[in-house]
């Protein structure tokens, strides 16, 4: 199981934006996509949305649609999940799995990024 | 897109099996063959455990088992063990580029 490399935790004020990284190998990058899950403290896991690495495709899950915005970058490899207007029930942990279509199944997952929004 | 239900908790004692619920609509579980089953430990990533409603990925136990019927999915845990004390969470494709997760079972070996 490929293991992907997310960025640190972060701290952020309302209002802020935070933008998270998810490293994966460079074998067949451009073969699968990513989806981003978010997990608030104590509850369930959230579907954020899903990014073709291939073609650029996005979809958003509606209630995030306004303020996320999820790109891939072949040339390192990574993707990222940038969250704007932040606000404290966006307190969670953020994960990055890998998978080959939006339909899952998503083999491969990041540690996990905690953001903290905190005035 | 609403959350597929899983009811909150589900235990056995070792060696017992326990069966967990996933309740959709036909928008989702009822409509694709792309459900899933994760495990998540405290304080990990979730880990991929049934694909596809029944498929196990390399290395999983074959006393993981997954089902559906209609808009219900199900996973079976036998010869329940203490390492498969953990929150488990079943998902689906929900069309049109969408995606849910369940609402989450902790699982408890008494």
């Known amino acids: 199981q490929v293991q992907l490399v997310q960025s640190g935790g972060e701290v952020k004020k309302p209002g802020a934006s935070v933008k998270v990284s998810c490293k994966a190998p460079g074998d067949a990058f451009t073969n699968y996509g990513f989806t981003w899950v978010r997990q608030a403290p104590g509850q369930g896991l959230e579907w954020m949305g899903w990014?073709?690495?291939?073609?650029?495709?996005?979809n958003y899950a509606q209630m995030l649609q306004d303020r996320v915005t999820m790109t891939t970058d072949t040339s390192t490899t990574t993707a990222y999940m940038e969250l704007r207007s932040l606000r404290s029930d966006d307190t969670a942990v953020y994960y990055c799995?890998?998978?080959?279509?939006?339909?899952?199944?998503?083999?491969?997952w990041g540690q996990g990024t905690l953001v903290t929004v905190s005035s | 897109q609403s959350a597929l239900t899983q009811p909150p908790s589900a235990s056995g004692s070792p060696g017992q099996s326990v069966t967990i619920s996933c309740t959709g609509t036909s928008s989702d579980v009822g409509a694709h063959n792309y459900v899933s089953w994760y495990q998540q430990l405290p304080g990990k990533a979730p880990k991929l455990l049934i694909f596809g409603v029944s498929q196990r990925p390399p290395g999983v136990p074959d006393r993981f088992s997954g089902s559906k019927s209609g808009n219900t999915a199900s996973l079976t845990v036998s010869g329940l063990q203490a390492e498969d004390e953990a929150d488990y969470y079943c998902?689906?494709?929900?069309?049109?580029?969408?995606?849910?997760f369940g609402t989450g079972t902790k699982v408890t070996v008494l």
């Open positions: 799995a890998r998978g080959t279509s939006v339909a899952g199944p998503f083999h491969s």
């Open positions: 998902s689906s494709y929900a069309g049109s580029s969408n995606y849910v």
């Open positions: 990014n073709s690495a291939l073609t650029g495709y996005t």
